[in-house]
């Protein structure tokens, strides 16, 4: 049965929330009980079911609310189907460039395979580059946003490409009217200070690796030497982020079954002076740094710790932006977007330094996903057609989640990783997905609350 | 309400028939790279 409410507690706080319509209640206890049994249609049975426990005339008080919420349409409020606004075909309006298969780290936990993608260590070329260009502008169609992040491997190992394809977007846009959003998400190991100069005048936005503590960084994250990369890359990350105003960037982390208490690593990156964050799950099959289904009680029990951390520091006026707390319970993305997820295969595509196009940076050279190239064009029309149907409303496992509406479906990549399907998800990522869902609407509810009460 | 405090007014229901205009950020393009929560990204009109 599909699921249109999900009752759990966080931080002491019992929550409701109404899948349909996106509503979050904070309830008292027994209103809690009640949301157990009650459907909407069965109040007498409710009020039996609790009448040892709770007051009857209380009962029928949070009935009588509860009621109020359905006529409001902010309980059980009616189920989403495939909306018309979602295109039976997708606009290709963002891209990922994976200038250099090549990379002067040696992280553990590569998903890229230390920058080779499976194949050879190589470099794209400005014609690559520019061809992908042309791709996204003619296939964005009447989008006038568009996206273009330089990824690897280490993008700034081939810096002179990521200039020149720079120089050509900018130019374009002024042809098109297209805007371009540029990202590049960097090791920092080059990030010296003509590079700065470089990011910051060409409106660069950034994502700057960084796994927290330095023993856990250096564990993992070492350059080709094997040698620890902490205090170059922060230098370099403090003079970047210092030299922008704190704008335009994220320090981003991956966490290991090595760093479970990755609290600790949130909170030092934001002792380190950054306030803008992102820490996520390592994502691997049968290595040592995996996690698996067995470290999810303690990775759930850090969430609630990070979740505290993170309101505290708040209070304390030392507050940062997590990236995966930040939700907008009011507003938020449309009904369409949610069913389009990340993109790939249909809206965003991955550019392999040889102009071959894949569903995303993560498919890059797994059998079966080539969907063509950029001098090509996409020459598999299956693919992103499955891609495109491959949403929430569409996976069985997915349909009937109370998460549907928030997560878009869990990861292809990691899908297939798992199961060699891309509409099979995987579950480990589902459970710390849902975990950190709820904490976000805790932390958002509660922060909704705060300000109406002033 | 006594029992009962809704923190929020959101507008899922009412993006049924309008949005899907495309505007928006990709949601993978945002931080993560590795993980694709939608909740968390905003409409760009």
């Known amino acids: 049965m599909r699921e249109a409410i999900h009752k759990f507690e966080q931080g002491g706080r019992y929550i409701l929330l109404d899948v349909n319509s996106g509503s979050v209640h904070f309830l008292d206890r027994m209103a809690y009980d009640m949301m157990d049994v009650f459907d909407g249609t069965n109040d007498e049975e409710t009020v039996r079911a609790l009448a040892g426990k709770y007051p009857e005339t209380e009962l029928r008080e949070a009935l009588s609310e509860l009621h109020e919420l359905m006529d409001a349409k902010q309980l059980f409020a009616p189920d989403i189907s495939v909306p018309p606004t979602f295109a039976a075909e997708g606009v290709v ?7 250099a298969h090549d990379c002067n780290l040696r992280c553990e936990y590569c998903f890229g395979g230390t920058g080779e993608y499976g194949g050879t260590r190589e470099l794209m070329s400005r014609e690559v580059g520019e061809a992908a260009v042309e791709y996204i502008i003619e296939h964005s169609k009447g ?5 273009i992040d330089f990824f690897g491997g280490e993008p700034l190992v081939n810096l002179p490409v990521v200039k020149h394809v720079t120089e050509y977007v900018r130019r374009r846009e002024k042809e098109t009217g297209k805007i371009f959003k540029l990202t590049l998400t960097t090791n920092g190991l080059l990030l010296d200070e003509s590079v700065r100069e470089w990011l910051n005048e060409n409106h660069v936005s950034l994502v700057l690796s960084l796994d927290g503590r330095r023993e856990v960084h250096d564990r993992v994250r070492p350059d080709a030497g094997g040698n620890g990369t902490y205090d170059r890359v922060l230098k370099n990350f403090r003079a970047m982020v210092d030299s922008r105003d704190g704008k ?4 981003r982390g991956t966490y290991t079954k090595y760093n479970l208490d990755f609290t600790e690593d949130v909170l030092a990156m934001a002792d380190a002076g950054f306030d803008v964050l992102s820490v996520e799950p390592v994502v691997a099959k049968d290595a040592p740094y995996a996690i698996e289904e067995a470290d999810m009680p303690r990775v759930c029990a850090e969430y609630d710790r990070l ?24 507003g938020g993305p449309c009904v369409a977007k949610r069913l ?15 102009g071959d196009l894949y569903p995303c940076h993560q ?3 797994r059998e079966g996903y080539r969907l063509g190239s950029v001098f090509e064009g996409v020459t598999n029309k299956e693919l992103p057609r499955y891609f495109r149907e491959s949403h929430v409303l569409n996976k069985p496992k997915c349909k009937d989640c109370w998460a549907r509406f928030f997560c878009s479906g869990g990861c292809h990549a990691n899908a297939d990783l798992f199961h060699g399907d891309i509409r099979e998800p995987y579950e480990v990522g589902c459970a710390i997905q849902k975990k950190r869902l709820e904490c976000a609407i805790r932390v958002q509810a ?5 300000q109406a009460e002033g | 309400m006594k029992h009962i405090k809704t923190v929020n007014k959101p507008t899922l229901q009412s993006t049924v028939n309008k949005g899907g205009c495309g505007e928006c950020q990709a949601s993978c393009q945002s931080a993560c790279k590795t993980s694709c929560t939608v909740g968390n990204q905003t409409c760009e009109k």
């Open chain 1, 93 to 99: 309006k963002s891209m990922c460039l994976m200038v």
């Open chain 1, 143 to 147: 989008r006038k946003h568009c996206e």
């Open chain 1, 248 to 251: 335009d960037y994220y320090l």
């Open chain 1, 307 to 330: 979740t505290e951390a993170y309101l505290e520091r708040r209070r304390e006026g030392k507050g940062f932006f997590f990236f995966h707390f930040n939700m907008d319970l009011s």
């Open chain 1, 340 to 354: 389009s997820g990340c993109g790939a295969g249909h809206e965003y595509y991955a550019v392999a330094a040889n």
């Open chain 1, 363 to 365: 498919f890059v050279g």
């Open chain 1, 446 to 450: 509660e922060l909704a609350l705060q």
